[in-house]
Each structure stands twice: as structure tokens, then as C-alpha cells.
């Protein structure tokens, strides 16, 4: 899934009431409550950020994505051709091994 990656205090909900779930412990992600859609996901390892769903956004095409992270949890089939810098996984702010 494409997320963009935000400092928490830079972002808020201008209007609606976002349906949370907690998928497992300190990890909660929101979704449209009429329609289902992904909007957000927070980890409390991660406190300063929010990453917001691309396919939330009115132009998905922008902001262009500029990394790959957790590419030690992607599907075998799928890979991608662009050139855009890869990670096997995630640490926080800002750490990426
Ligand atoms: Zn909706």
C-alpha cells in the first residue's frame, strides 16, 4: 500500500469522523466511516508521524512516491521497475535499513 508519510502535528481532519481500528496493540489505522476508504495509519513507536493512504488523496498522483519500505513483507509476485530507492524495512523516525 502507498502511503505519504506526515509530521502528526502538521496534519488534521478538516471534516468528517473517521472510523478507527486498532489491529494490533499501539497501531491504529482510520478509514472513511460511509465508505470504508484507508485514510490513516499511526504507530505509537513512530508518535511524530502519520502516513496517509495515496488512494485517499483527490490526485493520487501527487505527492509521487519517492521510496519503497518493507519490501521483507511484499509479495514474492510483485515487483516494480522504477528506480526509486528500496528498504527492507522501517525504524522510525526516519531510519530506514
Ligand atoms: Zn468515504
Redesign the pocket.
Known sequence: MAWAGLKRDEFSILS?DPTVHEPSPGVQRSF??????SLTLTDERFSGEVYVALASFEDADSPLPEIHIWRSQRLPWLETTDEWPRYAQFKGDGVLE
Open positions: 468528517g472513511c466511516g460511509r465508505c470504508g476508504t
